[in-house]
């Protein structure tokens, strides 16, 4: 879709409800659901991270959604596509200052340069303790991205045409912190899998999208 048209279209957005856990729930395996309900209820102290789901136009103004390939490093998400951003830190004001602070860190994109557009249901992720907030922004007028070598290990550009796709979802046998070789619902995006909180993020965006695209 070209830009301009996604553009219109998507800031409606802004005033429909969120489709909140039961789109999340969506990305999960049901005998997990119930796991995640109780792991939510008696987190204690969870770190604060958030993300930006990113949309941006390509040279040929075709939309595009920006993910990282996280490095491989010892810890539970690593190796992973995620959005690009991270954990708060003190100096943060919100939630969304830290993923525009983190944006900018890992992909190159300052601030300024984004329009925020919705905060989306927090995700909580058991693992690493983590309560995740998400956001999706515009990035009108992009430039090259720049990634942080230390944390990035590539860039995936996706056309938001493949991911609104219904074979973009699809199911993985994965060996995770929970359970070994189960069966996980995943989107396949260019060729990765994208599975455990980013799915479940995208699945409340990609409900979000259906109703004004």
């Given at each position: 879709m070209n830009f301009n048209i996604f553009e219109q279209?998507?800031?409606k957005i802004e005033n429909l409800p969120l489709p909140g856990e039961a789109s999340h729930h969506k990305m999960v395996p049901e005998f997990r659901i119930n796991?995640?309900?109780?792991a939510?209820?008696?987190k204690e102290t969870p770190r604060k991270a958030a993300v930006m789901a990113l949309f941006y136009p390509n040279e040929q103004e075709e939309?595009?959604?920006l993910f990282i390939l996280r490095k491989t490093y010892k810890g539970v998400h690593s190796n992973?596509?995620?959005f690009p951003?991270?954990?708060?830190?003190k100096e943060d004001a919100n939630s969304m200052v830290t993923a525009l602070r983190e944006t900018h860190e890992e992909v190159g994109v300052h601030p300024d340069d984004i329009q925020v557009l919705k905060e989306l249901t927090e995700v909580f992720i058991p693992p690493s303790n983590f309560d995740v907030q998400p956001f999706i922004g515009l990035y009108k007028k992009p430039k090259p991205f720049v990634i942080q070598e230390s944390e990035v290990a590539d860039l995936l550009e996706v056309s938001l045409a493949h991911f609104l796709l219904d074979e973009s979802v699809t199911t993985k046998k994965i060996t995770t912190s929970y359970a070994t070789n189960v069966d996980v619902p995943a989107f396949k995006l260019n060729g990765y899998i994208v599975w455990g909180a980013t799915a479940m993020m995208l699945n409340e965006i990609k409900v979000l999208l259906k109703q004004v695209l």
């Amino acid at each position: 879709m070209n830009f301009n048209i996604f553009e219109q279209r998507i800031s409606k957005i802004e005033n429909l409800p969120l489709p909140g856990e039961a789109s999340h729930h969506k990305m999960v395996p049901e005998f997990r659901i119930n796991e995640l309900l109780e792991a939510k209820l008696n987190k204690e102290t969870p770190r604060k991270a958030a993300v930006m789901a990113l949309f941006y136009p390509n040279e040929q103004e075709e939309t595009h959604l920006l993910f990282i390939l996280r490095k491989t490093y010892k810890g539970v998400h690593s190796n992973q596509v995620a959005f690009p951003g991270g954990k708060a830190e003190k100096e943060d004001a919100n939630s969304m200052v830290t993923a525009l602070r983190e944006t900018h860190e890992e992909v190159g994109v300052h601030p300024d340069d984004i329009q925020v557009l919705k905060e989306l249901t927090e995700v909580f992720i058991p693992p690493s303790n983590f309560d995740v907030q998400p956001f999706i922004g515009l990035y009108k007028k992009p430039k090259p991205f720049v990634i942080q070598e230390s944390e990035v290990a590539d860039l995936l550009e996706v056309s938001l045409a493949h991911f609104l796709l219904d074979e973009s979802v699809t199911t993985k046998k994965i060996t995770t912190s929970y359970a070994t070789n189960v069966d996980v619902p995943a989107f396949k995006l260019n060729g990765y899998i994208v599975w455990g909180a980013t799915a479940m993020m995208l699945n409340e965006i990609k409900v979000l999208l259906k109703q004004v695209l």
